[in-house]
């Protein structure tokens, strides 16, 4: 493992650029790149999938020729693909870029993602798919029985964690749970196990400052372009694929919400009004994700004189 920065002796720090789905990210990790000679390593746990390109909204071939992308299609839909795989495959990624001379150039909005590298957080062989069932036996639970309730499980389970996650923090809180019913270990005591030897490289992370009406009606005409690109013929070969049914990327955005219309319930305008509200959910519940990290994200101003991507630059150098 290479020793955390300087890096090529002029960046102190490998850039992270996250934030919701079609807050512009991508756009401006591409431009590092292409400002640094560097190398993209995605966060995104779908654009791991080979052949789910459209719902996933990967880099364009064009894009994908020009710079060098790791960590984009690895695993065929129905392999399973945990947050610990991730880790350890990315730190390769990042080795070998470093081992070339280039520049690491981090971009995606899966929160685990970001955290895990960013805080050295080591999730453990976890099975994502046993964790996500868990969770949505604790969800189940929260809209029965209200948050109070869920939140009086995790003072039980585990009153460490339950002493540092609000009680209104339903996300958290439903997280600490779901580990501690799927692996048998309390939330609080793998993090705790998990940050003693911190990050593997210094990294920074970035969010572009972006309004949340311009960031949905982004989405929205978004989904309108992945469907004249081929959403729905890209959706259609998931379906037939047996091995990925009942499997992570087969409950993804973009995806689940055609199961009414391929069966002949739903006519196609409303799969695509599903597939816009879901992917404006979800960006809120990666805005909730991001702005609970607090410091560990630092938002681009609008207002800046240069670009984007220098203004990530700059933050990075030495000095």
């Known amino acids: 493992m290479i020793n955390p920065g300087p890096y090529l002796g002029k960046y102190e720090y490998i850039p992270i650029v996250t934030g919701p789905t079609a807050s512009g990210k991508s756009a401006i990790a591409l431009d590092i790149c ?188 978004r989904v309108d372009i992945m469907m004249d690109l081929g959403l729905e013929k890209e959706a259609r070969m998931l379906y037939q694929n047996e091995k990925a049914k009942g499997t992570t990327c087969f409950q993804a955005i973009g995806y689940k919400e055609f199961e009414k219309y391929f069966s002949g319930d739903e006519d196609i305008s409303e799969t695509v009004y599903k597939i816009k509200l879901g992917s404006r959910h979800y960006a809120k519940r990666q805005l909730t994700w991001f702005r609970h990290m607090g410091e560990g994200i630092e938002f681009i101003p609008s207002d800046i004189k240069e670009t984007a991507a220098e203004y990530v630059l700059n933050s990075c150098r030495i000095g």
Not at 53 to 65: C, F, P, R, V, Y
Not at 112 to 119: K, R
Not at 160 to 189: C, D, M, Q, W, Y
């Open 34 to 221: 292409r400002l640094t000679g560097g190398e993209l390593v995605s966060a995104d746990s779908m654009q791991i999938y080979r052949g789910l390109d459209i719902g996933t909204a990967k880099d364009s071939e064009e894009e994908l020729a020009e710079i060098p992308h790791h960590m984009t299609d690895i695993v065929d839909p129905g392999e399973s693909f945990s947050v610990f795989d991730y880790i350890n495959m990315a730190k390769e990624a990042i080795n070998g870029i470093l081992e070339r001379g280039n520049l690491p150039v981090v971009c995606g909005g899966t929160g685990q993602y970001i955290s895990a590298l960013l805080y050295g957080i080591n999730y453990g062989e976890e099975d994502d798919a046993e964790v996500s069932e868990a969770e949505d036996y604790y969800y189940g639970i929260c809209e029965k029985e209200g948050r109070d309730q869920l939140y009086s499980l995790l003072v039980e389970e585990d009153p460490e964690a339950a002493k540092l996650i609000h009680p209104n923090n339903v996300r958290r809180v439903v997280r600490a749970l779901a580990v501690k019913r799927s692996t048998g270990v309390r939330f609080s005591e793998k993090n705790r196990k998990s940050k003693n030897e911190g990050p593997a490289f210094k990294f920074r992370a970035f969010m572009p400052d972006i309004d949340r009406s311009i960031l949905y009606d982004r989405i929205n005409r």
